[in-house]
C-alpha cells in the first residue's frame, strides 16, 4: 500500500469515493460538479489543504481530505482530518490506520500541534479504529446553523 498525495490526473478516483463518503453520509444525490470545484483546492500544492489516497496496485482504495487550520485556544496550527473513506472492501486491511498515520506525518512536517476530527456518534466502527490509534475523545459539542437562506 502507497499512501500519498492525489495528483491532478488523479482527482476523477478519488471524487468517485468522496461521492461514495457522502452517500455514507446520506446524501442521496451528490453533486459532482460542485465536487470537482471544491476538492480541486485540496491537489498539492494547495494553501487549504491535502487529499491523501491510500493506493494498492495502483488503485485508490481510501483518501483522506485534510484542512490547514488552527486553534486560538492554544494558538498552534491544526491540521483538520475533514473525511477518512476506505472502500468497503478494504475496511480491516488498516487503510485507515496508514491514513491517519500520514495525516500524523503531514502534520508534524508542517508544524502543526495537533491533528482534529470528528465522525458521527453511531459510526462505532470509526471509533473502534480511532480508539486503536491512540487518539483521546473530546468533550466538545458541534453546532451550526444554516447560512444558505
Given at each position: ?134 487518539a483521546e475523545r473530546s468533550a466538545w459539542f458541534e453546532y451550526e446553523i444554516d447560512a444558505t437562506g
Open positions: 500500500m502507497e499512501i500519498r498525495p492525489l495528483r491532478h490526473d488523479e482527482l476523477a478516483a478519488g471524487l468517485a469515493l468522496i461521492a461514495d463518503y457522502q452517500r455514507f453520509y446520506g446524501v442521496a444525490q451528490p453533486d459532482e460538479a460542485r465536487n470537482a470545484a471544491f476538492f480541486a483546492r485540496f491537489v498539492a500544492p494547495s494553501d487549504a489543504g491535502e487529499l491523501l489516497g491510500a493506493f494498492a496496485g495502483g488503485a485508490l482504495i481510501g483518501y483522506a481530505c485534510l484542512y490547514w487550520t488552527f486553534s486560538s485556544v492554544s494558538a498552534t496550527d491544526v491540521v483538520l482530518l475533514n473525511d477518512l473513506y476506505v472502500l468497503p472492501e478494504q475496511r480491516g486491511d488498516r487503510v485507515g490506520e496508514a491514513l491517519i498515520a500520514a495525516t500524523v506525518a503531514v502534520a508534524r512536517d508542517r508544524g502543526a500541534a495537533r491533528v482534529r476530527w470528528w465522525t458521527a456518534i453511531d459510526n462505532r466502527r470509526a471509533q473502534r479504529l480511532y480508539e486503536r490509534t491512540g
